[in-house]
Protein backbone atom coordinates (compact mmCIF):
# COMPACT_ATOMS: atom_id res chain seq x y z
CA UNK A 1 0.00 0.00 0.00
CA UNK A 2 3.05 2.41 1.06
CA UNK A 3 4.26 2.66 -2.85
CA UNK A 4 0.56 3.45 -4.05
CA UNK A 5 -0.56 5.85 -1.60
CA UNK A 6 3.15 7.60 -1.60
CA UNK A 7 2.00 7.86 -5.36
CA UNK A 8 -1.24 9.01 -4.97
CA UNK A 9 -0.18 11.68 -1.99
CA UNK A 10 2.85 13.13 -4.78
CA UNK A 11 -0.54 13.16 -7.37
CA UNK A 12 -2.74 15.00 -5.15
CA UNK A 13 0.16 17.01 -3.38
CA UNK A 14 2.57 18.47 -6.68
CA UNK A 15 -0.29 20.72 -8.28
CA UNK A 16 -1.55 21.95 -5.21
CA UNK A 17 2.25 23.02 -4.23
CA UNK A 18 1.89 24.56 -7.98
CA UNK A 19 -0.98 26.48 -7.59
CA UNK A 20 0.34 27.70 -4.12
CA UNK A 21 3.70 28.83 -5.84
CA UNK A 22 1.58 30.36 -8.61
CA UNK A 23 -0.62 32.38 -5.90
CA UNK A 24 3.12 33.62 -4.15
CA UNK A 25 4.03 34.43 -7.88
CA UNK A 26 1.15 36.84 -8.19
CA UNK A 27 2.28 38.33 -4.82
CA UNK A 28 6.04 38.67 -6.28
CA UNK A 29 4.41 40.31 -9.46
CA UNK A 30 2.71 42.71 -7.39
CA UNK A 31 5.49 44.03 -5.40
CA UNK A 32 8.14 43.76 -8.56
CA UNK A 33 5.82 45.83 -10.59
CA UNK A 34 4.67 48.53 -8.17
CA UNK A 35 8.32 48.74 -6.87
CA UNK A 36 9.67 50.10 -10.22
CA UNK A 37 7.05 52.27 -10.58
CA UNK A 38 7.53 54.15 -7.27
CA UNK A 39 8.92 53.27 -3.65
CA UNK A 40 5.41 55.10 -2.36
CA UNK A 41 3.45 52.80 -4.68
CA UNK A 42 5.44 49.93 -3.37
CA UNK A 43 4.86 50.81 0.54
CA UNK A 44 1.17 51.68 -0.48
CA UNK A 45 0.60 48.23 -2.12
CA UNK A 46 2.49 46.72 0.82
CA UNK A 47 0.36 48.28 3.40
CA UNK A 48 -2.95 47.13 1.64
CA UNK A 49 -1.57 43.34 1.48
CA UNK A 50 -1.47 43.90 5.17
CA UNK A 51 -4.93 43.96 5.54
CA UNK A 52 -6.09 42.56 2.27
CA UNK A 53 -4.64 38.93 2.27
CA UNK A 54 -5.20 38.15 6.56
CA UNK A 55 -8.63 39.06 5.92
CA UNK A 56 -8.95 37.19 2.24
CA UNK A 57 -7.38 33.89 4.37
CA UNK A 58 -10.10 33.90 7.10
CA UNK A 59 -13.07 33.97 4.56
CA UNK A 60 -11.40 31.69 2.65
CA UNK A 61 -10.30 29.32 5.72
CA UNK A 62 -14.36 28.89 6.85
CA UNK A 63 -15.04 27.52 3.06
CA UNK A 64 -11.66 25.16 3.25
CA UNK A 65 -14.30 22.77 5.50
CA UNK A 66 -15.59 21.73 1.68
CA UNK A 67 -12.33 19.65 0.80
CA UNK A 68 -12.41 17.00 3.84
CA UNK A 69 -16.29 16.93 3.89
CA UNK A 70 -16.08 16.40 0.31
CA UNK A 71 -13.25 13.41 0.94
CA UNK A 72 -15.13 11.96 3.15
CA UNK A 73 -19.02 11.26 1.52
CA UNK A 74 -16.31 10.43 -1.84
CA UNK A 75 -14.29 7.66 0.28
CA UNK A 76 -17.83 6.72 1.72
CA UNK A 77 -18.79 6.23 -1.91
CA UNK A 78 -21.82 8.56 -1.59
CA UNK A 79 -20.66 11.75 -3.70
CA UNK A 80 -24.30 12.86 -4.19
CA UNK A 81 -24.52 13.94 -0.93
CA UNK A 82 -21.76 16.75 -1.51
CA UNK A 83 -24.18 18.16 -4.05
CA UNK A 84 -26.39 20.31 -1.98
CA UNK A 85 -23.33 20.65 0.37
CA UNK A 86 -21.35 22.37 -2.03
CA UNK A 87 -24.67 24.86 -3.17
CA UNK A 88 -24.71 25.72 0.82
CA UNK A 89 -21.20 26.77 0.54
CA UNK A 90 -21.48 28.76 -2.72
CA UNK A 91 -24.63 30.32 -1.42
CA UNK A 92 -21.97 30.97 1.78
CA UNK A 93 -19.86 32.38 -0.51
CA UNK A 94 -21.38 34.65 -1.61
CA UNK A 95 -22.48 36.12 1.44
CA UNK A 96 -18.82 36.10 2.89
CA UNK A 97 -17.90 37.52 -0.23
CA UNK A 98 -20.20 40.81 -0.19
CA UNK A 99 -18.84 41.04 3.52
CA UNK A 100 -15.19 40.88 3.00
CA UNK A 101 -16.01 43.28 0.26
CA UNK A 102 -17.44 45.51 2.25
CA UNK A 103 -14.78 45.46 5.25
CA UNK A 104 -12.02 46.17 2.53
CA UNK A 105 -13.50 48.67 0.64
CA UNK A 106 -13.65 50.39 4.03
CA UNK A 107 -10.49 49.38 5.55
CA UNK A 108 -8.24 52.19 5.03
CA UNK A 109 -9.18 54.32 8.13
CA UNK A 110 -7.23 51.63 10.38
CA UNK A 111 -4.03 53.04 8.73
CA UNK A 112 -4.98 56.12 10.62
CA UNK A 113 -3.32 54.76 14.10
CA UNK A 114 -0.26 54.50 12.87
CA UNK A 115 2.80 56.95 11.59
CA UNK A 116 2.36 56.30 8.43
CA UNK A 117 3.44 58.41 4.88
CA UNK A 118 0.31 59.80 3.89
CA UNK A 119 0.74 59.21 0.14
CA UNK A 120 1.65 55.60 1.26
CA UNK A 121 -1.91 55.69 2.96
CA UNK A 122 -3.78 56.95 -0.45
CA UNK A 123 -2.14 54.44 -2.63
CA UNK A 124 -3.25 51.72 0.57
CA UNK A 125 -6.68 53.18 0.19
CA UNK A 126 -7.23 53.34 -3.59
CA UNK A 127 -5.46 49.37 -3.82
CA UNK A 128 -7.88 47.95 -1.40
CA UNK A 129 -10.90 49.64 -2.92
CA UNK A 130 -10.07 48.63 -6.07
CA UNK A 131 -8.96 44.77 -4.68
CA UNK A 132 -12.58 44.82 -2.99
CA UNK A 133 -14.47 44.25 -6.24
CA UNK A 134 -13.07 41.00 -7.43
CA UNK A 135 -13.30 39.51 -3.82
CA UNK A 136 -16.87 38.37 -4.18
CA UNK A 137 -15.83 36.54 -6.93
CA UNK A 138 -13.06 34.92 -5.83
CA UNK A 139 -14.45 33.13 -2.86
CA UNK A 140 -16.76 31.94 -5.20
CA UNK A 141 -13.93 30.31 -6.85
CA UNK A 142 -12.48 28.70 -4.08
CA UNK A 143 -15.29 26.95 -2.87
CA UNK A 144 -15.65 25.25 -6.64
CA UNK A 145 -11.56 24.69 -6.26
CA UNK A 146 -11.67 23.08 -2.54
CA UNK A 147 -14.34 20.70 -4.60
CA UNK A 148 -12.31 19.54 -6.87
CA UNK A 149 -9.25 18.76 -4.11
CA UNK A 150 -11.53 17.12 -1.85
CA UNK A 151 -12.73 14.84 -5.08
CA UNK A 152 -9.02 14.31 -5.84
CA UNK A 153 -9.11 16.49 -8.90
CA UNK A 154 -6.02 18.92 -8.08
CA UNK A 155 -4.43 19.36 -11.39
CA UNK A 156 -7.32 21.90 -12.74
CA UNK A 157 -6.62 24.54 -9.89
CA UNK A 158 -3.16 24.26 -10.73
CA UNK A 159 -3.69 25.32 -14.86
CA UNK A 160 -5.86 27.75 -13.44
CA UNK A 161 -3.42 29.30 -11.17
CA UNK A 162 -0.96 29.80 -14.09
CA UNK A 163 -3.08 31.25 -16.38
CA UNK A 164 -4.07 33.33 -13.43
CA UNK A 165 -0.23 34.41 -12.87
CA UNK A 166 0.04 35.31 -16.62
CA UNK A 167 -3.53 36.98 -17.22
CA UNK A 168 -2.40 39.61 -13.28
CA UNK A 169 1.25 40.30 -14.79
CA UNK A 170 -0.16 41.49 -18.27
CA UNK A 171 -2.86 43.00 -16.27
CA UNK A 172 -0.62 44.49 -13.82
CA UNK A 173 1.82 45.72 -16.37
CA UNK A 174 -1.06 47.18 -18.53
CA UNK A 175 -2.97 49.34 -15.09
CA UNK A 176 0.33 49.98 -13.37
CA UNK A 177 1.80 52.23 -16.21
CA UNK A 178 -0.81 53.06 -18.49
CA UNK A 179 -0.32 51.05 -21.80
CA UNK A 180 -2.47 51.23 -24.68
CA UNK A 181 -4.37 54.15 -24.14
CA UNK A 182 -5.24 52.65 -20.34
CA UNK A 183 -5.27 54.91 -17.57
CA UNK A 184 -1.49 55.25 -15.81
CA UNK A 185 -2.73 54.29 -12.12
CA UNK A 186 0.60 53.23 -10.07
CA UNK A 187 -0.32 51.31 -6.82
CA UNK A 188 -3.49 51.25 -8.04
CA UNK A 189 -3.56 49.14 -10.93
CA UNK A 190 -2.15 46.45 -8.95
CA UNK A 191 -5.34 46.36 -6.88
CA UNK A 192 -7.62 46.53 -10.60
CA UNK A 193 -5.17 43.72 -11.76
CA UNK A 194 -6.11 41.50 -8.66
CA UNK A 195 -10.26 41.87 -8.88
CA UNK A 196 -10.17 41.19 -12.45
CA UNK A 197 -7.83 38.34 -12.25
CA UNK A 198 -10.05 36.88 -9.67
CA UNK A 199 -13.15 36.86 -11.46
CA UNK A 200 -11.61 35.64 -14.56
CA UNK A 201 -10.44 32.33 -12.53
CA UNK A 202 -14.12 32.21 -11.19
CA UNK A 203 -14.86 32.22 -15.20
CA UNK A 204 -12.08 29.52 -15.99
CA UNK A 205 -13.43 26.91 -13.13
CA UNK A 206 -17.30 26.92 -14.17
CA UNK A 207 -16.99 24.92 -17.49
CA UNK A 208 -15.25 22.39 -15.63
CA UNK A 209 -18.59 21.79 -13.38
CA UNK A 210 -20.15 20.02 -16.54
CA UNK A 211 -17.36 17.35 -16.08
CA UNK A 212 -18.18 13.58 -15.90
CA UNK A 213 -15.92 13.36 -12.29
CA UNK A 214 -18.00 16.51 -11.09
CA UNK A 215 -21.45 15.56 -12.56
CA UNK A 216 -21.35 12.47 -9.75
CA UNK A 217 -21.73 14.65 -6.75
CA UNK A 218 -24.66 16.26 -8.75
CA UNK A 219 -24.22 19.77 -7.66
CA UNK A 220 -26.32 21.38 -10.53
CA UNK A 221 -29.46 18.92 -9.58
CA UNK A 222 -32.24 19.68 -7.17
CA UNK A 223 -30.94 23.35 -5.89
CA UNK A 224 -32.76 23.61 -2.17
CA UNK A 225 -32.25 27.13 -1.50
CA UNK A 226 -31.19 28.20 1.81
CA UNK A 227 -30.49 25.77 4.63
CA UNK A 228 -29.09 26.59 7.80
CA UNK A 229 -28.26 23.91 9.38
CA UNK A 230 -25.96 22.62 6.33
CA UNK A 231 -24.22 26.28 6.46
CA UNK A 232 -23.82 26.01 10.40
CA UNK A 233 -22.18 22.88 9.67
CA UNK A 234 -19.49 24.47 6.81
CA UNK A 235 -19.21 27.07 9.43
CA UNK A 236 -18.28 24.57 12.63
CA UNK A 237 -15.78 23.01 10.69
CA UNK A 238 -14.43 26.07 8.49
CA UNK A 239 -14.10 29.13 10.80
CA UNK A 240 -11.09 27.31 12.79
CA UNK A 241 -9.21 26.71 10.04
CA UNK A 242 -9.64 30.78 8.94
CA UNK A 243 -9.47 31.63 12.48
CA UNK A 244 -6.05 29.56 12.39
CA UNK A 245 -4.79 31.13 9.39
CA UNK A 246 -5.54 34.51 10.42
CA UNK A 247 -3.92 34.19 13.78
CA UNK A 248 -1.00 32.95 11.92
CA UNK A 249 -0.37 35.45 9.80
CA UNK A 250 -0.75 38.11 12.37
CA UNK A 251 2.06 36.44 14.15
CA UNK A 252 4.22 37.30 11.44
CA UNK A 253 2.69 40.75 10.95
CA UNK A 254 3.66 41.90 14.84
CA UNK A 255 7.23 40.12 14.05
CA UNK A 256 7.51 42.53 11.31
CA UNK A 257 6.72 45.83 13.31
CA UNK A 258 9.10 44.48 16.27
CA UNK A 259 11.78 44.05 13.85
CA UNK A 260 11.16 47.37 12.74
CA UNK A 261 12.94 48.89 15.78
CA UNK A 262 15.92 47.09 15.11
CA UNK A 263 16.84 49.32 12.16
CA UNK A 264 16.57 48.99 8.61
CA UNK A 265 18.74 46.22 7.72
CA UNK A 266 17.35 44.42 10.19
CA UNK A 267 13.71 45.20 8.13
CA UNK A 268 15.63 44.25 5.20
CA UNK A 269 16.91 40.68 6.65
CA UNK A 270 14.03 39.71 8.29
CA UNK A 271 11.73 40.77 4.69
CA UNK A 272 14.08 38.16 2.87
CA UNK A 273 14.60 35.36 5.09
CA UNK A 274 10.44 35.25 5.68
CA UNK A 275 10.32 35.27 1.70
CA UNK A 276 12.76 32.35 1.87
CA UNK A 277 10.93 30.36 5.21
CA UNK A 278 7.66 31.02 3.31
CA UNK A 279 8.61 29.35 0.15
CA UNK A 280 10.24 25.88 2.00
CA UNK A 281 7.03 25.68 3.75
CA UNK A 282 5.01 25.52 0.19
CA UNK A 283 5.78 21.64 -0.09
CA UNK A 284 4.53 20.56 3.53
CA UNK A 285 1.85 22.45 3.20
CA UNK A 286 0.63 21.56 -0.07
CA UNK A 287 1.25 17.65 1.85
CA UNK A 288 -0.85 18.83 4.48
CA UNK A 289 -3.38 19.52 2.32
CA UNK A 290 -3.19 16.15 0.46
CA UNK A 291 -3.07 14.15 3.74
CA UNK A 292 -6.15 15.74 4.57
CA UNK A 293 -7.87 14.39 1.43
CA UNK A 294 -6.78 11.19 1.70
CA UNK A 295 -7.63 10.88 5.41
CA UNK A 296 -11.21 12.29 4.80
CA UNK A 297 -11.16 9.58 1.57
CA UNK A 298 -10.31 6.19 4.35
CA UNK A 299 -12.38 7.70 7.31
CA UNK A 300 -15.35 8.18 5.03
CA UNK A 301 -14.94 4.29 4.06
CA UNK A 302 -14.31 3.38 7.75
CA UNK A 303 -10.72 2.55 6.69
CA UNK A 304 -9.42 3.33 10.03
CA UNK A 305 -5.72 2.22 9.84
CA UNK A 306 -5.69 3.23 6.30
CA UNK A 307 -6.45 6.88 7.33
CA UNK A 308 -3.44 5.79 10.28
CA UNK A 309 -1.27 4.70 7.71
CA UNK A 310 -1.70 7.62 5.32
CA UNK A 311 -1.11 10.19 8.47
CA UNK A 312 2.09 7.98 9.29
CA UNK A 313 3.37 8.23 5.54
CA UNK A 314 2.78 11.74 5.24
CA UNK A 315 4.69 12.55 8.16
CA UNK A 316 7.54 10.88 6.74
CA UNK A 317 7.64 12.38 3.86
CA UNK A 318 7.44 15.65 5.29
CA UNK A 319 10.55 14.36 8.11
CA UNK A 320 12.61 13.62 5.15
CA UNK A 321 12.08 16.71 2.72
CA UNK A 322 12.35 18.81 6.25
CA UNK A 323 16.08 17.46 6.02
CA UNK A 324 16.66 18.24 2.49
CA UNK A 325 15.51 22.21 3.40
CA UNK A 326 17.61 22.17 6.24
CA UNK A 327 20.29 21.03 4.50
CA UNK A 328 19.60 23.61 1.43
CA UNK A 329 19.40 26.63 4.07
CA UNK A 330 22.55 26.40 5.75
CA UNK A 331 24.70 25.63 2.78
CA UNK A 332 22.94 28.18 0.95
CA UNK A 333 22.91 30.75 3.81
CA UNK A 334 24.85 33.52 2.12
CA UNK A 335 23.96 33.00 -1.57
CA UNK A 336 20.48 32.47 -1.45
CA UNK A 337 20.07 36.10 -0.18
CA UNK A 338 21.90 37.21 -2.65
CA UNK A 339 18.66 36.18 -5.29
CA UNK A 340 16.62 39.63 -3.29
CA UNK A 341 19.73 42.20 -2.48
CA UNK A 342 23.28 42.88 -2.94
CA UNK A 343 23.85 44.79 0.40
CA UNK A 344 26.33 43.06 2.38
CA UNK A 345 24.64 43.56 5.85
CA UNK A 346 21.48 42.67 4.53
CA UNK A 347 22.84 39.18 3.41
CA UNK A 348 24.95 38.55 6.61
CA UNK A 349 22.27 38.87 8.78
CA UNK A 350 19.98 37.24 6.97
CA UNK A 351 22.06 34.35 6.68
CA UNK A 352 22.56 34.01 10.44
CA UNK A 353 18.36 33.96 10.83
CA UNK A 354 18.14 30.88 8.03
CA UNK A 355 20.60 28.91 10.13
CA UNK A 356 17.79 29.36 12.77
CA UNK A 357 14.92 28.81 9.99
CA UNK A 358 17.13 25.64 9.01
CA UNK A 359 17.04 23.82 12.57
CA UNK A 360 13.17 24.33 13.20
CA UNK A 361 12.07 22.80 9.36
CA UNK A 362 11.75 19.56 11.20
CA UNK A 363 8.99 20.78 13.46
CA UNK A 364 7.59 23.34 10.70
CA UNK A 365 7.13 20.41 8.37
CA UNK A 366 6.12 17.81 10.38
CA UNK A 367 2.91 20.08 12.09
CA UNK A 368 2.49 20.56 8.40
CA UNK A 369 1.75 17.29 8.06
CA UNK A 370 0.09 16.20 11.38
CA UNK A 371 -2.46 19.32 10.78
CA UNK A 372 -3.00 18.38 7.56
CA UNK A 373 -4.06 14.81 8.36
CA UNK A 374 -6.16 16.11 11.60
CA UNK A 375 -8.41 18.13 9.01
CA UNK A 376 -8.72 14.83 7.41
CA UNK A 377 -10.80 13.37 10.36
CA UNK A 378 -12.61 16.90 10.59
CA UNK A 379 -10.86 18.04 13.64
CA UNK A 380 -10.16 21.93 13.53
CA UNK A 381 -10.83 22.83 16.73
CA UNK A 382 -8.26 21.75 18.50
CA UNK A 383 -5.39 22.72 16.21
CA UNK A 384 -7.07 26.34 15.91
CA UNK A 385 -6.67 26.78 20.04
CA UNK A 386 -2.82 24.81 19.62
CA UNK A 387 -1.74 27.36 17.40
CA UNK A 388 -2.94 30.83 19.14
CA UNK A 389 -1.51 29.14 22.43
CA UNK A 390 1.85 28.03 20.66
CA UNK A 391 2.17 31.53 18.57
CA UNK A 392 0.74 33.97 20.84
CA UNK A 393 2.11 32.70 24.55
CA UNK A 394 4.82 31.12 23.45
CA UNK A 395 6.59 31.83 19.91
CA UNK A 396 5.74 35.88 20.41
CA UNK A 397 7.15 36.14 24.10
CA UNK A 398 10.23 33.99 23.09
CA UNK A 399 10.83 35.85 20.41
CA UNK A 400 10.46 39.22 21.49
CA UNK A 401 13.10 38.51 24.80
CA UNK A 402 15.50 37.06 22.41
CA UNK A 403 15.22 39.53 19.56
CA UNK A 404 14.62 42.89 22.10
CA UNK A 405 16.79 42.09 24.45
CA UNK A 406 15.99 40.43 28.09
CA UNK A 407 18.33 39.59 31.25
CA UNK A 408 21.50 39.81 29.01
CA UNK A 409 20.66 37.70 26.33
CA UNK A 410 20.05 39.76 22.74
CA UNK A 411 19.85 37.49 19.52
CA UNK A 412 18.33 40.53 17.57
CA UNK A 413 17.00 39.10 14.46
CA UNK A 414 17.74 35.46 15.27
CA UNK A 415 16.38 35.68 18.46
CA UNK A 416 12.63 36.36 16.95
CA UNK A 417 13.15 32.88 14.75
CA UNK A 418 14.68 31.50 17.98
CA UNK A 419 10.82 32.30 19.80
CA UNK A 420 9.10 30.95 15.84
CA UNK A 421 11.13 27.86 16.36
CA UNK A 422 9.62 27.20 19.80
CA UNK A 423 6.53 27.74 18.69
CA UNK A 424 6.71 25.07 16.36
CA UNK A 425 8.06 22.27 18.32
CA UNK A 426 5.59 22.94 21.04
CA UNK A 427 2.47 22.82 17.89
CA UNK A 428 4.42 19.69 16.64
CA UNK A 429 4.16 17.54 19.37
CA UNK A 430 0.84 18.30 21.24
CA UNK A 431 -0.44 17.98 17.38
CA UNK A 432 1.36 14.66 17.34
CA UNK A 433 -0.32 13.25 20.27
CA UNK A 434 -3.73 14.59 19.28
CA UNK A 435 -3.20 13.15 15.96
CA UNK A 436 -2.49 9.46 18.33
CA UNK A 437 -5.10 10.12 20.23
CA UNK A 438 -7.65 10.76 17.51
CA UNK A 439 -6.72 8.08 14.79
CA UNK A 440 -6.51 5.21 17.68
CA UNK A 441 -9.95 6.25 18.89
CA UNK A 442 -13.09 5.21 16.69
CA UNK A 443 -15.32 7.15 18.86
CA UNK A 444 -13.85 10.51 18.73
CA UNK A 445 -13.65 9.43 14.29
CA UNK A 446 -17.41 8.88 14.47
CA UNK A 447 -18.04 12.12 16.59
CA UNK A 448 -15.91 14.56 14.40
CA UNK A 449 -17.39 12.78 11.11
CA UNK A 450 -20.90 13.06 12.26
CA UNK A 451 -20.56 17.43 12.32
Known amino acids: MK ?15 GTQLCIMGMGFVDTA ?28 GVLMAVTPMVAQNDGAGTPEQSGPLVQQALLLAVCLGALLAAIVYRAHPVFNFFDIDAQAVDVARRYLQSAAWGLPGVLLYVTIRYTFEGLGHTLVPLLIAMVALIINSVLNYLLIYGVWGLPELGGEGCGWATAITMWIELAMALPFLGRPWLKRIRLLENFTGWVPSEMARIIKIG ?19 LVGALGVVAIAANSVAGNLNWFTFVFPMALGSAASIRVGNYVGAKDYAGAREVASLAIKVALGYAVIATLALIVGRHYLPMIYSDDQAVIALTAQALIVIALYQIFDCGQAAIIGSLRGYKDTRFPMWLSVSAYWFIALPVGWALGRGFMGVDFGLPGFYMGLGTGLLVVALISGWRLRRVSHNERMILTFSER
Not at 3 to 17: C, G, K, Y
Not at 37 to 56: E, K, N, R
Open 3 to 17: QTEFSTLMRLMLPMM
Open 33 to 60: MSGHYSSVDLAGVALGGVLLWPLFMLFA
Open 239 to 257: LPIGLTHLLEMMVFSVISL
